[in-house]
């Protein structure tokens, strides 16, 4: 069975600064999708980026960038010049292309200070 | 932008009383999912619906569970009998067709049952 491990449960930067959320996953599949939610204190989930195992390419999503380990399967997400709304709790999630259901990680609170 | 809707944002319930959560997705997408997420706990995910009946569910989505897309615009949880361990968020999510794999989720619905 897949998992989805966050290792940080939580973070606090100061606002502008760079922050990395990491994220492992275990599976044998070869063909699956990773992605990252923010969760901000409204309990919304919202799509922060996505990436195909196929592709080598890291994603970015303008100040949201991955970084995409396959071999090591790992996923961490990059979060540049940080602002007060990065505030929230990031989850991690998994995908395979069989049934489609995501499989999520436990997250990170990530407080961003001014 | 098209969203996912959820109604109600919040619903109080005694325990083994009926409740039923509305979802309205994206209208031109085809695959629909409810997911929970009990208060500082993982989101699970519990169904998967498409072409009118169940792909998927998972060992919590038991018999006092069900699902419904009564009207093509609408797609409904019931929960037959709540116990005060289904106190959660629930959030449905829905999924365009073709090759598109990215879920989008609405708000949620959170359940509280004393």
């Known amino acids: 069975a897949q998992t989805v491990t966050q290792s940080q449960p939580e973070m606090s930067v100061q606002e502008a600064e760079t922050v990395t959320l990491s994220c492992t996953y275990d599976t044998s599949e070869n063909n699956y999708y990773l992605f990252w939610y923010k969760q901000p204190p409204s309990r919304q989930m919202i799509l922060v980026i996505r990436q195909e195992a196929y592709k080598q390419q890291n994603a970015t999503e303008n100040r949201f960038s991955v970084n995409f380990q396959k071999a090591a399967k790992s996923f961490s997400l990059k979060i540049s010049d940080s602002q007060l709304g990065d505030t929230a709790m990031y989850f991690c999630a998994f995908m395979d292309n069989s049934n489609y259901q995501l499989i999520w990680g436990a997250g990170t609170k990530l407080i961003i200070k001014p | 932008e098209p969203e996912v809707t959820q109604t109600p944002s919040h619903q109080v319930t005694q325990m083994g009383q009926e409740v039923i959560l509305r979802c309205v997705p994206i209208?031109?997408?085809?695959?629909f999912y409810w997911y929970r997420q009990i208060l500082g706990q993982k989101v699970e995910f519990l169904v998967s619906?498409?072409?009118?009946?169940?792909?998927?569910k998972s060992e919590i989505f038991d018999d006092q569970f069900s699902v419904e897309r009564p009207d093509g615009s609408n797609f409904t949880l019931k929960i037959r009998s709540t116990k005060l361990e289904d106190s959660a968020m629930y959030f449905c999510a829905s999924r365009g067709p073709g090759g598109r794999y990215e879920q989008y989720f609405g708000p949620g619905t959170r359940l509280t049952v004393t």
């Open positions: 619906f498409y072409n009118n009946e169940i792909s998927e």
């Open positions: 209208s031109n997408h085809l695959y």
